[in-house]
C-alpha cells in the first residue's frame, strides 16, 4: 500500500503524459532516441503502447523503458498487458475496454496504478468503482492513433465527466499545441499525447511547450 501511495502521489503531480506507439508514429525513429526525447523534456510519466510488437518484443522495449525512466524518476505505464507491467517492475498499466477488467487487475497487482480508457460517463463510473487509480477521458478530438472509435467527444465531455470523478484523469485523442488551450479551459490537467509529441522533429522542444501550456492554465 505505501509503495502505490507513492506512485498514486507521483501521478498526481504529471502535466504531460506521452505515449510511445513505435518508430511508425515517430518519424521511424527508435524507441529509445524518442524516450530519451521525451525525458529529456521533463515529462514525468511515459507509456508505452506496443501494439504492432510481439510480446517479447514488448517485453525488451519496457525493459529499456524502465531502466531509463528510474535513472530519471519518471513512471512507467505499460499499455494493455498487466504480466509484462509486472515482469519489468512497471509502475502501473493501462487498460482499455477489452482488456482485463480493472477489479480483476487491482486483485493481482495492488501496488500498480491502474489507468482505464473511457468513452462516456458510464464507463468512466465503472473504472472508477472497480478501482481504477485514474480514468482517460477520449478521444477528444479526431485521431489516427484510434481508428476503432466512431467518433470524438468534444472538449465539452471533460467538463461533463470529470467533476463527477473522484480519482483523477487523463485527456487523448487528437490533441496539439494548437487545440490544447481548449481541452485545459475545459479543465483537463494532465494531457496524454501520441503523434503530437513523438512525430515532432524535436521531441524535447515538444514536451516542453505542452507543460508550458499546461502550467500557464493553472
Known amino acids: 500500500m505505501i509503495m502505490y501511495q507513492g506512485r498514486l502521489e507521483q501521478f498526481r503531480s504529471v502535466d504531460i503524459y506521452p505515449v510511445l506507439s513505435g518508430p511508425d508514429l515517430s518519424l521511424g525513429r527508435s524507441w529509445e532516441e524518442v524516450l530519451d526525447g521525451v525525458l529529456a523534456g521533463g515529462a514525468r510519466i511515459v507509456q508505452i503502447r506496443g501494439k504492432e510488437l510481439t510480446r517479447r518484443e514488448l517485453f525488451d522495449v519496457a525493459m529499456m523503458a524502465r531502466r531509463r525512466t528510474e535513472e530519471s524518476r519518471a513512471l512507467l505505464i505499460i499499455n494493455d498487458h498487466l504480466d509484462i507491467a509486472m515482469a519489468v517492475d512497471a509502475d502501473g498499466v493501462h487498460l482499455g475496454q477489452d482488456d482485463l477488467p480493472i477489479e480483476a487487475a487491482r486483485r493481482i497487482a495492488p501496488d500498480l496504478i491502474l489507468g482505464a480508457s473511457s468513452h462516456t460517463l458510464e464507463e468512466a ?26 467518433k470524438f467527444l ?65
Open 125 to 150: 463510473f465503472e473504472a472508477q468503482r472497480q478501482g481504477a487509480s485514474y480514468v482517460n477521458i477520449g478521444p477528444i478530438f479526431p485521431t489516427k492513433t484510434k481508428g476503432g472509435l466512431p
Open 154 to 218: 468534444g472538449p465539452e465531455a471533460i467538463t461533463k465527466i470529470a467533476p463527477q470523478l473522484s480519482v483523477p484523469f487523463t485527456t487523448m485523442g487528437g490533441i496539439t499545441l494548437e487545440n490544447v488551450q481548449q481541452v485545459l479551459d475545459a479543465g483537463a490537467q494532465r494531457i496524454a499525447v501520441v503523434t503530437a509529441i513523438t512525430a515532432q522533429q524535436d521531441i524535447a522542444r515538444a514536451v516542453k511547450e505542452f507543460r508550458k501550456a499546461i502550467a500557464a492554465a493553472h
